[in-house]
């Protein structure tokens, strides 16, 4: 939800709420824009609504271009298995270009079926490249034996509330995970709420809720690791407020390290490949075997 959507929507809540009560002698001219403002506060609240809930329209579906996996590769006691969730550098919104160097070994996971991995992600938002990607490369380099499973439920530009486990999306992530019961899951997230401002305590309690609900989900899978992410705008300016309840779980890499050199030009506060590169080996660092 952009800015300027929330400042009307604001606005318009504000004109609803004060509009002048006069009973039965409500002049017809009064009567008359209260009901505009009351429409358009409707209107504006189903597109918002629409937008922030109804994600799964617009993410990638497109299994045509993927090649299918047994999904006996889901039990096999070598397989990792990850869901990614966040926003936008969860998802696939980074500069494309990238080509899986395993691709019987590096595969993803979406609507009850595994494939191998390829840029764009099924059930992604972006049509870029990622991280992902990159670290399912990385993790069978460490270890050739082993195959390593992504899905994402990440979807781009919102503030973690969006992300909660009663919103449409949250019911997304959460039905993901019980199809995945052994999956750890990465989270990657803060750039929006970094713009807005949101208060750390109110931010820790949201984040604490959703970790709460994926430890009750994948009963058999590893921890929720939260990754650092909060730099956003044309200066990628980092909120230390919000960075410093990400940085408290201790489990995943400071991306907010990764400055101007690593994100890609025009697409702040996306990576550019080098950095989804370098996000990607941070990720490594931090997990391994987590689901051993």
Avoid at 45 to 55: E, H
Avoid at 71 to 81: A, G, I, S
Wanted: hydrophobic content about 40%; glycine content about 8%.
């Amino acid at each position: 939800m952009s800015d300027e959507e929330t400042e009307l929507a604001e606005a318009l809540v504000g004109s609803a709420k004060s509009a002048p009560k006069r009973g039965p002698r409500l002049c017809g001219t009064v009567a008359a824009a209260f009901a505009i403002a009351v429409v358009l506060l409707v209107l504006v609240s189903a597109v918002l609504i629409r937008r922030n809930n109804d994600t799964r329209m617009s993410r990638n579906a497109d299994v045509k271009k993927y090649e299918r996996v047994d999904n006996e590769v889901l039990h096999d006691p070598e397989t990792l298995v990850f869901v990614a969730y966040g926003q936008s550098n969860a998802d696939c919104c980074g500069e494309p270009g990238y080509t899986v160097k395993h691709p019987t070994k590096v595969l993803q996971y979406y609507d009850g079926n595994v494939y191998q991995m390829k840029e764009p992600m099924l059930n992604a938002v972006c049509d870029g490249g990622c991280i992902w990607s990159r670290l399912g490369d990385i993790l069978v380099d460490k270890q050739p034996s082993r195959r390593v499973v992504f899905a994402t439920a990440a979807v781009p530009g919102v503030a973690i509330r969006y992300l909660l486990p009663n919103t449409a999306v949250g019911q997304e992530f959460e039905a993901m995970l019980k199809a995945l019961p052994t999956a750890t899951v990465l989270f990657q997230q803060g750039e929006t709420d970094a713009a807005l401002q949101t208060d750390p305590d109110d931010y820790a309690a949201m984040l604490h809720d959703i970790v709460r609900v994926a430890a009750a989900v994948a009963t058999e899978g590893g921890e929720t690791r939260v990754g650092v992410g909060t730099r956003h705008g044309t200066n990628l300016v980092p909120y230390e407020p919000v960075a410093a309840v990400q940085r408290q779980y201790a489990n995943g890499p400071d991306l907010d390290t990764l400055g101007t050199e690593f994100r890609w030009q025009g697409s702040f506060p996306h990576f550019n490949r080098r950095g989804l590169q370098e996000a990607a080996q941070r990720w490594a660092l931090q997990i391994d075997v987590v689901n051993k």
